[in-house]
């Protein structure tokens, strides 16, 4: 490795500085910089018990590279030169199998010692040229052109004097006619960094100094990121590596890039059990705000799990000034809420902050969707980690030169039985799920077959704005020209659907006394009851199941692998998995096959947890009022729980009520 020399670091070591210097960091905060020669008890632990031997040992001079010793890359390094310089020797099958024990010794169990090597001395490279980057403002907080844009766009398609909203001109332009497609999976297909990425063709590193020059800031975080991702062996050689340049470290602006570094790979995952009590010592040892910031991080990352994507721009903003990340979500009611999040923030923990802002009192039923590029792709409510749809969504934009800004947006998935039924009283969970089937029906999403159903649907949006007291044509006119679908706003039949939804009011106001006001709760569970059943498909959560099986003593054990599962508030269905049906019947033109097996959701008696099977596979039981059992086996078996318990909840709950009534 050649030498460098950045920010008082030499071959990746500290040249001496005055020691207990101080560094300013945003906010006008002092950050203490500890340069004295003096090892902390928890580093000498490290250098003496996780460095392999045989190599420099971590922190003395003129060391090339620091290797962990749970990798054995030093073992594995000499055995390969003494195997090209005894090649064909009769020694050489005791080689050999001194190599094979080296590898089951690693950390890993069997890893290639040529590309670990590569990918140590990437991340050592990477580490050294971040630390030593002289171009990046550490006082730059995150930008607001996120929240600028969103409400500029906000007020942009709304009219404060009539609250109308107006068609956006992408919806009702002749080269979009087609409503947003909604894809199955939020991954973006691209090339991840794996080990090809950084070898060439020799088998050493690919990161060399002009490739460092012609990465950005976030580009050299997100490839080091990646390789911790990538290969969970390695992980502990991250945290050592800057561990040792954080430890007595001269160079101010060094030490807190550092710092910033270590925060962003500490929110996307954990060190191994091997050194997590010597990293957490580590951080309560130093007595800093950023040492604070980054024990945070790291709870944060145990509890919710490791990350599948390298940091977005936002994070790297908010680790610069050690603060949150501000997101700001579109409810369906055009409000936008902002929520504060973290690297480690589900889409579980922000649905359960929107239903307390928006006063839903829980959040079932709702999840956060993303929009870009004419795409409306679901987050869900469970455990995935918001932060890797936003890197993503990046990702796919740099990819494809789009310059349109994601929005996240809190819609209803799925209805609860209740919500379904008309039952619940809560006037802010109407409201939001009326005005989402009224956006959706005007932008094609959804579509009424019948033509009486969405003269009504206008009328009742007439009844919600302006009351049935006088039924003014004009004010039908503009509740026409703002809310029916695009595709219908011509001017031939602009009329004739103006005046199919006059004759509809008038036939409303004949069922209503003079002096009755009209319940507009009540007209909007009027619309949801209908949408719940027109719109039902909409309305309906897809699974991937690797096992759906019949469990009785009676009968044969039938057993389907590798098919979906639909589940709505009125049934839940099997299906082919589509992928390998379309593989098997490349020439069928017939029909799709029928459903394999259909369960009304009102049969269902209980549902039962199983955890995890002896294969590794999340499992749950599902008893029938009928005495059946199925077993179910899928990686998103503890939402398909809690669904199906919400509505045999509710189901009884229904029961009891017609019962009393």
């Given at each position: 490795?050649?030498p460098?020399?950045?920010?008082?670091?030499?071959?990746?070591?500290?040249?001496?500085?005055?020691p207990n210097?101080?560094?300013?960091?945003?906010?006008?905060?002092?950050l203490?910089?500890?340069?004295?020669?003096?090892?902390?008890?928890?580093?000498?632990e490290?250098?003496?018990?996780?460095?392999?031997?045989?190599?420099?040992?971590?922190?003395?001079?003129?060391?090339?590279?620091?290797?962990?010793?749970?990798?054995?890359?030093?073992?594995?390094?000499?055995?390969?030169?003494?195997?090209?310089?005894?090649?064909?020797s009769?020694?050489?099958?005791?080689?050999?199998?001194?190599?094979?024990r080296?590898?089951?010794?690693?950390?890993?169990?069997?890893?290639?010692?040529?590309?670990?090597?590569?990918?140590?001395?990437?991340?050592?490279?990477l580490i050294l040229?971040?630390?030593?980057?002289?171009?990046?403002?550490?006082?730059?907080?995150?930008?607001?052109?996120l929240?600028?844009?969103?409400?500029?766009?906000?007020?942009?398609?709304?009219?404060?004097?009539?609250?109308?909203?107006?068609?956006?001109?992408?919806?009702i332009?002749?080269?979009?006619?087609?409503p947003?497609?909604?894809p199955t999976?939020?991954?973006?297909?691209?090339?991840?960094?794996?080990?090809?990425?950084v070898?060439?063709?020799?088998?050493?590193?690919?990161?060399?100094?002009?490739?460092l020059s012609?990465?950005?800031?976030?580009?050299?975080?997100?490839?080091?990121?990646?390789?911790?991702?990538?290969?969970?062996?390695?992980?502990?050689?991250?945290?050592?590596?800057?561990?040792?340049?954080?430890?007595?470290?001269p160079?101010?602006?060094s030490?807190?890039?550092?710092?910033?570094?270590?925060?962003?790979?500490?929110?996307?995952?954990?060190?191994s059990?091997?050194?997590?009590?010597?990293?957490?010592?580590?951080l309560?040892?130093?007595?800093?705000?950023?040492?604070?910031?980054?024990?945070?991080?790291l709870?944060?990352?145990?509890?919710n799990g490791?990350?599948?994507?390298?940091?977005?721009?936002?994070?790297l903003q908010?680790?610069?000034?050690?603060?949150?990340?501000?997101?700001?979500?579109?409810?369906?009611?055009?409000?936008?809420?902002?929520?504060?999040?973290?690297?480690?923030?589900?889409?579980?923990?922000?649905?359960?902050?929107?239903?307390?802002?928006?006063?839903?009192?829980?959040?079932?039923?709702?999840?956060?969707?993303?929009?870009?590029?004419?795409?409306?792709?679901?987050?869900?409510?469970g455990?995935?980690?918001?932060?890797?749809?936003?890197?993503?969504?990046?990702?796919?934009?740099k990819?494809?030169?789009?310059?349109?800004?994601?929005?996240i947006?809190?819609?209803?998935?799925?209805?609860?039985?209740?919500?379904?039924?008309?039952?619940q009283?809560?006037?802010?969970?109407?409201?939001?799920?009326?005005?989402?089937?009224?956006?959706?029906?005007?932008?094609?999403?959804?579509q009424?077959?019948?033509a009486?159903?969405?003269?009504?649907?206008?009328?009742?949006?007439?009844c919600?704005?302006?009351g049935?007291?006088?039924?003014?044509?004009?004010?039908?006119?503009a509740?026409?020209?703002?809310?029916?679908?695009?595709r219908?706003?011509?001017?031939?039949?602009k009329?004739?659907?103006?005046?199919?939804?006059?004759?509809?009011?008038?036939?409303?106001?004949a069922?209503?006394?003079?002096?009755?006001k009209?319940?507009?709760?009540?007209?909007m569970q009027q619309?949801i009851?209908?949408?719940s059943?027109?719109?039902?498909?909409?309305?309906?959560?897809?699974?991937?199941?690797?096992?759906?099986?019949?469990?009785?003593?009676?009968?044969?054990?039938?057993?389907?692998?590798?098919?979906?599962?639909?589940?709505?508030h009125?049934?839940?269905?099997?299906r082919c998995?589509?992928?390998?049906?379309?593989?098997?019947?490349?020439?069928d033109?017939?029909?799709?096959?029928?459903?394999?097996?259909?369960?009304?959701?009102?049969?269902?008696?209980?549902?039962e947890?199983?955890d995890?099977?002896?294969?590794?596979?999340?499992?749950?039981k599902?008893?029938?009022?009928?005495k059946?059992?199925?077993?179910?086996?899928?990686?998103?078996?503890?939402?398909?729980?809690?669904i199906?318990?919400?509505f045999i909840?509710?189901?009884?709950?229904?029961?009891?009520?017609?019962?009393?009534?």
């Amino acid at each position: 490795m050649s030498p460098v020399e950045t920010n008082g670091v030499v071959n990746g070591h500290h040249t001496n500085g005055a020691p207990n210097s101080t560094l300013k960091v945003p906010n006008g905060q002092e950050l203490p910089v500890n340069t004295e020669k003096t090892l902390s008890p928890v580093i000498e632990e490290i250098v003496c018990n996780h460095f392999a031997p045989g190599v420099k040992g971590h922190f003395e001079k003129r060391t090339n590279l620091p290797v962990l010793r749970s990798t054995n890359l030093s073992v594995l390094k000499r055995l390969k030169s003494n195997y090209k310089k005894e090649s064909g020797s009769p020694d050489m099958q005791k080689v050999n199998g001194t190599a094979d024990r080296a590898r089951r010794y690693s950390f890993s169990g069997s890893v290639s010692n040529s590309s670990d090597m590569a990918l140590v001395r990437s991340s050592w490279d990477l580490i050294l040229s971040f630390m030593g980057d002289e171009s990046e403002a550490l006082e730059k907080g995150q930008g607001t052109r996120l929240f600028e844009s969103t409400i500029l766009e906000r007020r942009k398609y709304f009219s404060t004097k009539k609250k109308l909203w107006r068609k956006q001109s992408s919806e009702i332009s002749a080269g979009n006619k087609s409503p947003r497609k909604r894809p199955t999976s939020m991954y973006i297909e691209s090339e991840p960094a794996e080990n090809k990425d950084v070898l060439n063709n020799n088998g050493e590193s690919a990161i060399s100094g002009e490739n460092l020059s012609k990465m950005t800031v976030l580009e050299k975080i997100q490839f080091l990121v990646n390789i911790g991702i990538e290969n969970v062996h390695l992980r502990d050689e991250i945290y050592c590596q800057l561990v040792k340049q954080l430890t007595c470290n001269p160079s101010l602006r060094s030490n807190a890039l550092g710092w910033i570094l270590l925060a962003l790979i500490m929110g996307c995952f954990s060190p191994s059990n091997k050194i997590l009590d010597l990293i957490s010592r580590f951080l309560d040892d130093q007595h800093t705000p950023y040492s604070s910031y980054c024990k945070g991080k790291l709870t944060r990352v145990l509890e919710n799990g490791e990350r599948k994507n390298a940091p977005c721009s936002l994070e790297l903003q908010a680790a610069k000034s050690r603060q949150e990340i501000r997101l700001p979500v579109i409810c369906m009611d055009h409000s936008v809420r902002t929520i504060w999040t973290d690297s480690s923030t589900t889409a579980e923990e922000m649905c359960r902050k929107l239903a307390s802002k928006n006063r839903l009192g829980d959040s079932f039923g709702f999840s956060l969707y993303l929009a870009l590029n004419n795409k409306l792709v679901t987050l869900g409510n469970g455990n995935f980690h918001i932060l890797d749809a936003i890197s993503q969504a990046e990702k796919f934009s740099k990819l494809n030169d789009v310059q349109e800004i994601w929005r996240i947006y809190y819609r209803r998935e799925i209805f609860s039985i209740s919500d379904a039924t008309g039952i619940q009283d809560n006037q802010m969970r109407a409201l939001l799920t009326y005005s989402q089937i009224c956006g959706g029906v005007q932008s094609g999403e959804y579509q009424c077959l019948k033509a009486q159903d969405l003269a009504l649907l206008m009328a009742h949006q007439y009844c919600v704005r302006n009351g049935l007291q006088k039924i003014d044509m004009k004010r039908v006119t503009a509740i026409c020209d703002q809310n029916l679908p695009s595709r219908l706003c011509k001017d031939n039949n602009k009329k004739k659907w103006c005046q199919m939804v006059h004759s509809t009011l008038k036939a409303l106001h004949a069922k209503y006394q003079p002096s009755e006001k009209i319940d507009t709760l009540d007209i909007m569970q009027q619309v949801i009851r209908y949408a719940s059943k027109a719109f039902i498909d909409s309305f309906t959560k897809s699974f991937a199941l690797s096992r759906f099986q019949r469990v009785d003593e009676n009968l044969d054990r039938s057993s389907f692998t590798d098919v979906i599962m639909t589940l709505n508030h009125e049934k839940l269905v099997i299906r082919c998995n589509v992928a390998v049906s379309t593989r098997e019947h490349e020439h069928d033109t017939k029909s799709p096959e029928p459903p394999l097996l259909e369960l009304e959701v009102r049969n269902l008696k209980s549902v039962e947890w199983l955890d995890k099977s002896d294969l590794g596979g999340a499992q749950l039981k599902l008893f029938m009022s009928s005495k059946e059992t199925y077993l179910v086996e899928s990686t998103k078996a503890k939402e398909i729980v809690h669904i199906i318990q919400r509505f045999i909840d509710e189901t009884i709950l229904c029961a009891e009520k017609e019962s009393v009534a």
